[in-house]
């Protein structure tokens, strides 16, 4: 299928202070994922990614780091359940939690957890076990795939 349209999007790895990946069951396809979503027109990617974390979990958080930046589209193309086919270019960061309440937000999740990163779920997001390798790496440098 040919790609529909191209966006803009932020991806932010969450962990608690027992070192668990902050994961979201999200609910157009079932599948789990680290928290993401699109850029707004005139909006910063620090700024989005912010919004997002908010909006589907609750949480308020401050990012610390810029782990990469992904336009593969062999990895970055997203298949929606609606037709669209989507290529995202997507800057992924860490933060860490500086307030708010985690809670599902229940238009976009059907569940919120932390996980393990020895015990996480097989049903991830195609794109998303490349993030989660990446940001476990903990490589000084940025990515760029």
């Known amino acids: 299928m040919e790609v529909t349209s191209i966006h803009p999007a ?3 790895i969450i962990f608690d202070e027992e070192g ?3 994961l979201q069951k ?3 396809v079932g599948l789990w ?3 993401s979503g699109h850029v707004e027109p005139g909006e910063t990617v620090e700024a989005a990614a912010k919004r997002e974390v908010l909006e589907e979990t609750g949480l308020h958080i401050e990012v610390d780091k810029l782990i990469g930046v992904y336009s593969d589209p062999a ?3 997203f298949h929606y359940p609606d037709g669209r086919v989507v290529h995202f270019i997507t800057t992924y960061f860490s933060a ?3 307030g708010g309440e985690l809670e599902v937000n229940e238009s976009e999740s059907l569940e919120i957890k932390f996980f393990p990163p020895s ?3 097989n049903e991830l997001l195609n794109m998303h076990p490349n993030w989660l390798i990446d940001a476990l790496e903990k490589q000084e ?3 760029i795939r």
């Open 119 to 121: 015990n996480l779920p």
């Open 96 to 98: 860490a939690i500086s």
């Open 33 to 35: 994922g680290i928290p």
């Open 10 to 12: 932020v991806a932010v």
């Open 20 to 22: 668990r990946v902050l």
């Open 141 to 143: 440098a940025a990515f």
């Open 75 to 77: 990895s970055q193309v």
């Open 26 to 28: 999200r609910r157009d």
